[in-house]
């Protein structure tokens, strides 16, 4: 895709509050296991808003929860010595508190300290949610938003918590004709109840599809809790460390070829896909995990090698799976390309990696979108779409 082809940059709306910039309340950080990439993601999104034509109030959620006020200082949220970040570091109080008004005729922001007279910190017109995981890319912060009236960048609430549960975006995409690979789900209260017979299951999963597998966290990303295992002598270890980070977890066989994303964007005329990347085989990792992807910077080749139809189909599928879960904004759609020569959909992040090493923005640099660009663009696209029912 080249810039040509590609709809201008959309004019700035009304502010709209007369005579000043719309402010973007960045929210970053969260309850999941994904706490300090988001904080990375958050100060590459904030190094890159124009503060020219928006006004800008950082907000960290702590890992038990708390919202604070923080510094904006995008050079405390990189990772340092292969350690990420975390708000904690970068709030303003170990006490005080940030308070969305639920009132939808109020975006007021509110602080506040023990002892201390709560303080306005002003109306916030849209949020840019960079949070990754549980408690925030899941839907839930979006159903405070939505409850708030206030807009907000990216995927609304069936969405996001489609794209957030593998188990439903896999029945999803089943539902619309989209490939997926075989999986098995185990529940809580299947693991917990029956522990015996959801274990033959896997087993005879096993026998079905063969080894190596992968047991991953239902409700997670970032590669975080995923492990492979190569024989029936590390099923249980494997899947107490998914459960560590979700009572729910998945098997999937491997799927044997190569690993191929796709961004999708929301322009004016509707969702576009970027030109895709391939994701090589990792050596010095068992397979694409954390550390491959944000610790030792696992490089991607952008665009991938694909024939011209290889292209056109992929980016026809990422669209497809954009469409079937209702999404909006934002999507990276991940695939394998089958050494058969078919595309398999292996899910959707509604809020992908975002830092400009990130896989996302790099398909759309090579798409003709630069990462500020990319970032004005969603901004405005939330500025210019309405909560509620839409």
């Known amino acids: 895709m080249s810039s040509e082809n590609l709809p201008q940059s959309p004019e700035s709306p009304e502010s709209p509050v007369q005579g000043r910039k719309p402010r973007v309340a960045v929210v970053f950080g969260g309850r999941s296991s994904e706490h300090g990439i988001s904080v990375v993601t ?5 190094n890159a808003i124009d503060r020219t034509k928006y006004d800008v109030l950082p907000i960290g959620i702590t890992s038990d929860g708390r919202w604070a006020l923080t510094a904006d200082d995008p050079a405390r949220m990189a990772i340092t010595d292969r350690e990420v970040p975390n708000v904690a570091q970068l709030a303003e109080s170990d006490e005080g508190g940030v ?25 916030v017109d849209v949020v840019f949610p960079v949070l990754h995981g549980p408690y925030g890319e899941d839907g839930t912060l979006q159903g405070l938003l939505e409850l708030s009236g206030v807009p907000y960048v990216g995927a609304g609430v069936l969405a996001s918590a489609v794209g957030q549960d593998k188990e439903y975006m896999k029945r999803v995409f089943t539902s619309f004709g989209l490939p997926v690979g075989p999986y098995e789900v185990v529940r809580p209260r299947e693991w917990d109840n029956d522990r015996p017979t959801a274990r033959k299951r896997l087993v005879e999963f096993a026998a079905e599809h063969g080894f190596p597998l992968f047991i991953k966290p239902a409700r997670g990303g970032s590669s975080m809790g995923i492990t492979k295992v190569d024989d029936l002598s590390g099923l249980d270890e494997a899947i107490e460390e998914a459960r560590r980070h979700d009572p729910k977890f998945l098997v999937e066989s491997l799927l044997r070829g190569r690993e191929i994303e796709c961004g999708v964007l929301e322009f004016e005329d509707g969702p576009r896909a970027s030109v895709p990347a391939e994701i090589p085989p990792v050596t010095s990792h068992d397979f694409y995990d954390f550390e491959a992807k944000y610790i030792d910077s696992a490089a991607g080749l952008v665009p991938a090698p694909l024939t011209a139809e290889q292209t056109a189909e992929v980016q026809r599928l990422a669209v497809a799976a954009f469409d079937a879960t209702s999404c909006e904004g934002l999507v990276r759609a991940d695939f394998f390309l089958t050494d058969e020569g ?17 896989m996302y923005p790099r398909m759309w640099q090579e798409s003709g979108v630069d990462y500020q660009e990319l970032v004005d663009r969603l901004i405005q696209a939330a500025l210019n779409r309405p909560t509620g029912l839409r």
């Not at 958050?42 to 904030?46: E, F, K, N, Q, T």
């Not at 595309?343 to 990130?358: A, D, Q």
């Open 42 to 46: 958050a100060g590459a999104v904030l």
């Open 99 to 123: 308070v969305l008004s639920v009132d939808p005729g109020s975006r007021e922001v509110v602080y506040t300290e023990p002892g201390a007279v709560p303080k306005a910190l002003g109306e």
């Open 342 to 358: 078919d595309f398999v959909i292996n899910e959707i992040n509604t809020m992908p990696g975002f830092t400009p090493i990130s």
